[in-house]
């Protein structure tokens, strides 16, 4: 079984994804990290990474070829990234919604290294926008498909108001059905 886990910036995608990869012992791959980490040894922001993606297919087509062999070569996996549906149709599809300034909150209290520092939850906010947005971009221009559209997903979580073990539950749940 493969698990691919979308979803907006402060969902709780990769913990979640984490989590769920130690309930079943399955491989846990975050495509988020590994492009942070690509962006972090070129001396870039992710952000940076993905505006230079905006013109240069390779940010996204080295990472995403990767996803998808990964996809067809491996089992029992869990993948947090956005466009996981489309690489590994055969996947257990989960799409974590949350509200905008929420996520940002949760993004502040955690900045990642390969992101610019914020100083305040409204400047995480509105960075967060523009990712999602270039984001959607790039995912139309280099693929045709758009990330959340959210009938690409079988199972669709909006994790605003609920803890991370209702989440968890509330999956656990859908994959015993």
């Known amino acids: 079984m493969i698990i691919t886990i979308s979803g907006k910036p402060g ?3 990769s913990i979640i994804a984490e989590l769920l990869g130690k309930k079943f012992n399955y491989k846990h791959y975050s495509i988020g990290d590994l492009r942070g980490k690509i962006a972090m040894e070129k001396g870039m922001t992710i952000d940076e990474l993905n505006e230079l993606g905006k013109g240069e297919f390779w940010t996204d087509k080295d ?3 990767e996803l998808g062999k990964v996809g067809k070569q491996e089992d029992n996996l869990v993948i947090d990234t956005w466009i996981g549906f489309y690489f590994i149709p055969n996947s ?3 799409f974590l919604e949350i509200d905008p300034k929420v996520g940002a909150e949760r993004i502040f209290k955690k900045q990642r290294p390969d992101e610019p520092k914020k100083k305040t939850i409204e400047e ?4 967060l926008k523009k990712r999602v947005e270039d984001s959607d971009a790039r995912y ?3 693929y045709k498909i758009n990330f959340l559209d959210k009938s690409n997903y079988d199972l669709i979580i909006d994790t605003t108001n609920l803890s991370v073990e209702q989440v ?3 999956i656990l749940n859908f994959i015993k059905k």
């Open 140 to 142: 139309k221009k280099y």
């Open 124 to 127: 995480v906010e509105e960075m």
């Open 168 to 170: 968890l539950d509330k």
């Open 11 to 13: 969902s709780g995608k």
């Open 92 to 94: 257990i599809k989960i």
């Open 63 to 65: 990472v995403d070829d």
